[in-house]
Nanobody, 116 residues
Framework: QVQLVESGGGLVQAGGSLRLSCAAS????????MGWFRQTPGKEREFVAS????????YYADFVKGRFTCSRDDAKNTVYLQMDSLKPEDTAVYYC?????????WGQGTQVTVSS
């Protein structure tokens, strides 16, 4: 069992930056692929970024490539999403996700609002 708690969301102007954090509790955090998804009202949750268990590989949705950076600190059981050059269309609830084999865990989400 893994519990995930996101933080760092808020209101920012277009072009600004935010860093989301996801603190994980439970066993074997360093064996999980960690990722971020986002969702806006009326739309399906969509993949944003992920980092594999070793931290050696990261993956990004095309709409955030070059602007967002996903990283992990296994010593702190934490995964981060650094978001730069934010756009109004990045406004969403951002969810932390942990995956290993058939196990999937979600955080409660944190709101990010980008004003134009």
């Amino acid at each position: 069992q893994v519990q995930l708690v996101e933080s760092g969301g808020g209101l920012v102007q277009a072009g600004g930056s935010l860093r989301l954090s996801c603190a994980a509790s439970g066993r074997s955090f360093n064996r999980y692929t960690m990722g971020w998804f986002r969702q806006t009202p009326g739309k399906e949750r969509e993949f944003v970024a992920s980092v594999n268990w070793s931290g050696g590989s990261t993956y990004y949705a095309d709409f955030v490539k070059g602007r967002f950076t996903c990283s992990r600190d296994d010593a702190k059981n934490t995964v981060y999403l650094q978001m730069d050059s934010l756009k109004p269309e990045d406004t969403a609830v951002y969810y932390c996700h942990a995956k290993r084999f058939w196990y999937n865990y979600w955080g409660q989400g944190t709101q990010v609002t980008v004003s134009s």
